[in-house]
């Protein structure tokens, strides 16, 4: 249906100067008042440079209102990307992180292309990483001789029992 030929009763109108007033966010106010602007008659081209957005969006917040309802324009339809990893892979990487403490993102992403066959930028790890909660610590320098590989893994052992 064209956007100009559309008629809005007095109760969408209504409802637009409701959402427009209890909105916080003007990037989404002006959805409403773009709306609004439409349905007291003006044109599209003339709310589209009154609102400093393009025609084109201007029909698809139209569309969207006609299909979806006044309730979609309210909140943005950002869907985060899904993770390579499923829940129970992640989950046994946290594990394998905590008790392996790899030095290095490296060590981090061979265990993820050995076990699970994908391939992770070292920045994508970090951030995974950190998501869930952990750090990466680099080990310091103690000067002298330290034990033995045995000996720490024992005191490690023992240190989180």
Known sequence: MDVSNYQFSD?????????????????LKARFIALLLLAEGIEIHKVASVIGKSIKTIENWHRQ?????????????????????????????????????????????????????????????????HKKGLKLLRPKVIPGNPPNEEEQKKKLQNTFK
Not at 11 to 27: G, L, S, V, W, Y
Not at 96 to 107: D, G, S
């Open 65 to 129: 209102y006609r299909s979806k309802g006044i309730e979609s324009l309210n909140f943005f339809q950002y869907k985060p990307k899904q993770s390579y990893l499923n829940d129970e892979q992640t989950q046994q990487l946290v594990s394998w992180v905590k008790t392996e403490n790899p030095a290095k993102l490296k060590q981090i992403r061979q265990y993820i292309i050995d076990h699970f066959k994908v391939k992770y930028t070292t920045e994508a790890i970090r951030k995974l990483i």
């Open 11 to 27: 109760e969408e109108i209504a409802r637009f100067h409701q959402f427009r007033d209890n909105q916080d966010d003007a990037r």
